[in-house]
């Protein structure tokens, strides 16, 4: 699998929206060592599965925000030829990108949230974001972000986990994981699942324990008539709440 990266830095930049990020994601992939290449604007648009105009829109915002450099080039008959790009790209500050992302058919705001995925992705392959993180860096709606998701799932290229989240009620959270086998192996995929399930069904248990706890003695009389509340500890909110009269 080759790769290609983009920089952390730009990506960040909410200022040239999502298709501006994503049209600075497939010169990345054209561009060669030195940050240059010269794709025409129809790769591009197909690449991005966009308009022309979106194109000539968002490229307008990338140079006004100085992310990079179009140089126009002409032919000796005197026709236009594809512009000449130079971008502005710090490696020791990049992510990478599989190559063949643009190959999938995937619609832009897929394309997009994939990108974001690998932005944060861990060295086990895995994501650890919220849906409103991805939201924001994408400049989309939540809404959008699950569309995305439930998209690169049909395409194989992402697969969802859900973790219970013992500090928020127990509603669970997703765990993001890039499906592009690299440095994973199904071994530790095993392996992961099986310790987080573990580790899932000891807090829905320690939570419902307390819970049943929690109500039984509440339908007790006591003297003072003062009920009783679970409370989490703010220094240590992963571990279970305890009991409190106040």
């Known amino acids: 699998m080759r790769y290609f990266l983009v920089d952390k830095t730009v990506f960040d930049n909410n200022k040239v929206g999502m298709y501006g990020k994503l049209i600075y994601a497939i010169l990345c992939k054209f561009a060669n060592a030195d940050g240059m290449c010269f794709p025409s604007r ?24 100085n992310v990079l450099e179009k140089k126009i080039r002409w032919r000796n008959n ?3 030829t594809s512009n000449l790009f ?22 832009s705001t897929a394309l997009c949230v ?5 932005r944060y992705v861990a060295e086990d392959n895995c994501c650890r974001v919220s849906q409103h993180l991805i939201a924001e860096k994408c400049s989309i709606s939540i809404v959008s972000v699950i569309r995305a998701v439930k998209e690169l ?14 500090s928020n009620n127990g509603n669970y959270v997703l765990l993001y994981r890039l499906t592009d086998g690299r440095e994973y192996k199904n071994v530790i995929r095993r392996k992961i699942d099986v310790e ?13 324990d307390l819970n049943a706890i929690e109500k ?8 003072f008539a003062t009920p009783l509340h679970m409370t ?11 009991l409190y009269l106040y």
């Open 86 to 107: 130079n971008l502005k790209n710090n490696k020791r500050n990049s992510f990478p990108v599989r190559n063949d992302i643009f190959n999938k058919g995937l619609s």
């Open 196 to 208: 987080n399930t573990k580790i899932a069904n000891a807090h829905m248990k320690s939570y419902r």
């Open 42 to 65: 129809k790769t591009i648009s197909k690449c991005g599965s966009f308009s022309v105009s979106t194109y000539n829109k968002y490229v307008s915002i990338m140079l006004l925000e």
């Open 153 to 166: 799932k049909s395409a194989n290229m992402l697969e969802t986990i859900k973790q219970t989240n013992i």
């Open 78 to 80: 005197g026709s236009q």
């Open 232 to 242: 989490y500890s703010p220094y240590a909110p992963d571990t279970p709440p305890e």
């Open 216 to 223: 039984r003695l509440n339908s007790i009389t006591m003297p």
């Open 114 to 118: 994939y990108i974001c995925l690998a």
